[in-house]
């Protein structure tokens, strides 16, 4: 059995990652995870400052969560974000960047083979970004290590396409073509991604692969903002105004997904159970 911890974009809300690390340290033993998990989208780049500043900013950022994810006493595996920069996380102190588009390893957790791809396709000015094209698939593809019978994970910031984890507000699906493919052509027993905020929430890639959007632990939503809670009868649509802080345990166990999707939206922990079982899909308990 493998249990994650699942942490998508904090865009340098240090605030929710000292709440999420609490609530996480402060967990019964049977919800300690094997591994913690995080997305990427770190900082929150912002394009108009001039790059020396943009960069001190970053660092410090770095500093300070770091520091804040020391505290817990298991491996903490991640991919950069676009706002991120790939050579500033995950390198030295207790992050583990994972990202193969990056030249790191992909990691071991309890018989798990942890592969990650950070940063996405093209918005223009973020500091990781590339092509969602053949040319990237085919890149990514040569850095991965050959397919064999260890059962995988994929950590991706960016959502694949077609998993229904990449509705912008707009209606417009953005996930990546090459993530998609690869992730078919590879068949882990999950896929795990952030990047896409609106997409929060379970997913399913080529009928049968669970994906999971751990979405937005960190932005503070002004405006108001839709959950969509998605795969459920009757879809229930609920209104966060200010702070939301959220995170997933997602626990693997033969053909069954079990995620505890916990949410803060400022008077305290919120939880929703979500079972995925193949050829099921997924459902709200
Ligand atoms: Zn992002």
């Known amino acids: 059995m493998l249990r994650l911890l699942v942490v998508g974009d904090l865009h340098a809300n240090l605030s929710a990652i000292q709440q999420i690390v609490r609530a996480a340290a402060t967990a019964p033993s049977d919800m300690t995870p094997d591994a913690v998990i995080l997305t990427g989208d770190f900082a929150a780049h912002d394009a108009r400052l001039p790059a020396a500043v943009a960069s001190r900013i970053q ?4 500093r300070a969560t770091e520091s804040l994810w020391c505290g817990l006493q298991v491996p903490i595996l991640c991919v950069p ?6 050579d500033l996380w995950g390198v030295g102190g207790c992050l583990q960047s994972i990202d193969t588009l990056g030249g790191r390893q992909p990691a071991m957790v309890k018989g798990y083979r942890v592969i990650g791809v950070g940063g996405s396709w093209r918005f223009g000015g973020l500091p990781y970004e590339w092509e969602d094209s053949e040319g990237f698939e085919k890149a990514l593809e ?3 290590p050959a397919s064999d019978d260890v059962p995988e994970v994929l950590l991706f910031h960016a959502p694949p396409a077609e998993a229904g984890v990449d509705r912008v507000v707009s209606g417009e699906c953005v996930g990546s073509r090459a993530l998609r493919n690869i992730a078919l052509r590879r068949r882990p027993r ?9 997409g929060i929430g379970p997913g399913v890639l080529g009928g049968e692969i669970p994906v999971f959007n751990a979405g937005l632990a960190g932005v503070p939503l002004i ?10 009868e009757k879809p229930r649509r609920l209104r966060v105004p200010g702070s939301f802080f959220s995170m997933h345990m997602i626990e693997e166990s033969e053909s069954q997904y079990d995620v505890v999707a916990m949410c803060n939206l400022g008077r305290g922990w919120i939880r929703q159970h979500l079972v995925f079982e193949s050829r099921r899909g997924w459902r709200v308990e």
Do not use: K
């Open 81 to 86: 974000g676009n706002h991120d920069r790939p």
């Open 190 to 198: 999950l896929v795990i991604c952030g990047h896409i905020h609106e």
């Open 59 to 62: 660092r410090g950022v770095v």
């Open 142 to 144: 040569d850095r991965w």
């Open 223 to 232: 405006p108001p903002f839709m959950l969509r809670q998605r795969n459920t």
